[in-house]
């Protein structure tokens, strides 16, 4: 059926070349979701929903419809963007290549209730199940990217914040706190923008100290929370399930208290008197042994901790620390997380070795 539109014969072949262009186009950007679900992830979950999709797309994309297709007439094909040429992490990757499905499915929802009503709900129902993947990958690869941290930067205020973190995220930290207690809103919020965006550009996770809000309001990657701060339930029911909740806590009860609430991390601490919170009695060794015996969810070593007595600290357990005088105040920021992260990573194969050889005997 050949209908005129602006003076333009629109034939079926017109709405065959757009259904076929625009179902490659989603089965190609899952596939690429697929590939990291697969190997980068691991997770089969995942994987298998992305196969799902490609499968479920095929059997609409019939011979009719691919016989329309006629590539060296296609204008759209020379058409690239800047940002498609350059994507600086995985996480970007992933982000355009379902935006681009996203994109694609609904394109093939309105021009497929044209040819066939079902194609257009299909589209749609599928549209939605992309959404909720990615709302699952991201928050996946977010907890996954917690788990691997060893090192965690918690920011004191200072004029040259955003140098001092980016030359850590230089060496190669992958975890940021914006702690900042007295700077106004307007400006506490311009900072958290700024260090959003250059985490985002290192690939790393970005947490803000006590406010919830203004977590909400960079769409930073999740919170921390003090004994004294927002209950973690109250955080969880306004940042949801895919966002990182971590929970300061000082003697046993109350890291119970926060893995019975939902926290997702915990910090442990001070082990050492530190001027950074100086009203707060240092739990020492003890709380540290204590953790690394019987948290069952990240924990990271704060308070006090610095090139010096770091040794000691992972001596009592702890395999991840958090800091904000090594690092904010190092004349070398690049150079001090470089050999954080040198050290955490030469434990941890220790550690490995260790356990092959345990459990040979
Ligand atoms: C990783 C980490 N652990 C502990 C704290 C301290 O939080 P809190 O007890 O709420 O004290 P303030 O930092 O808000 O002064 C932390 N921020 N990060
Ligand atoms: C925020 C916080 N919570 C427990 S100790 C501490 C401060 C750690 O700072 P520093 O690493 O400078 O001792
Ligand atoms: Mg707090």
Redesign the pocket.
């Known amino acids: 059926m050949a209908e005129l539109f602006n003076g333009h014969v629109m034939g079926k072949s017109v709405i065959y070349r757009i259904l076929d262009a625009n179902l490659d186009r989603a089965r190609e950007g899952l596939r690429i979701v697929e590939e990291w679900c697969r190997f980068g992830l691991n997770n089969p979950d995942l994987t298998e929903e992305c196969k799902r999709l490609r499968q479920e797309l095929a059997q609409w994309h019939t011979a009719e419809i691919r016989a329309a297709r006629n590539t060296p007439d296609d204008p759209g094909t020379q058409l690239t963007h800047e940002r498609e040429e350059c994507r600086g992490t995985i996480h970007q990757l992933l982000q355009a290549n379902l935006c681009r499905v996203e994109e694609a499915l609904r394109v093939l929802e309105e021009y497929g209730k044209l040819e066939d009503r079902q194609m257009g709900r299909v589209c749609k129902q599928m549209r939605y199940r992309v959404y909720t993947l990615e709302t699952q990958l991201m928050a996946y690869g977010r907890h996954q990217q917690l788990l691997e941290a060893q090192l965690y930067l918690?920011t004191?205020p200072m004029p040259e914040l955003l140098e001092v973190v980016e030359a850590a995220l230089q060496g190669g930290l992958k975890l940021v706190q914006y702690?900042d207690k007295n700077t106004e809103d307007g400006e506490r919020f311009a900072l958290a923008q700024s260090l959003r965006q250059l985490c985002d550009r290192y690939g790393a996770l970005f947490l803000i100290?006590d406010r919830v809000d203004l977590a909400l309001a960079v769409d930073a990657d999740g919170v921390h929370l003090?004994q004294q701060d927002l209950p973690i339930a109250v955080a969880r029911e306004m940042l949801g399930s895919q966002k990182i909740i971590g929970c300061?806590t000082t003697n046993p009860e109350e890291m119970k208290r926060a893995i019975a609430n939902g926290a997702d991390y915990v910090?442990v601490?001070?082990v050492?008197a530190?001027?950074?919170?100086p009203n707060?009695a240092a739990a020492g060794h003890e709380y540290v042994r204590y953790a690394a015996g019987h948290c069952p969810i990240p924990w990271f070593a704060?308070?006090?901790?610095?090139v010096n007595n770091f040794n000691e600290v992972l001596e009592s357990g702890a395999h991840r620390i958090?800091?904000?005088?090594?690092i904010?105040e190092a004349e070398q920021p690049t150079l001090v997380t470089q050999y954080f992260l040198s050290q955490l990573a030469r434990m941890e194969t220790m550690k490995a070795i260790q356990n092959t050889q345990a459990a040979r005997v």
Do not use: H, L, Q, Y
């Not at 958090?322 to 090594?326: F, H, Q």
């Open positions: 918690v004191s702690r100290n003090g300061s910090g601490g001070p050492f530190t001027p950074t919170k707060k704060i308070g006090g901790i610095d958090a800091v904000v005088r090594s904010m």
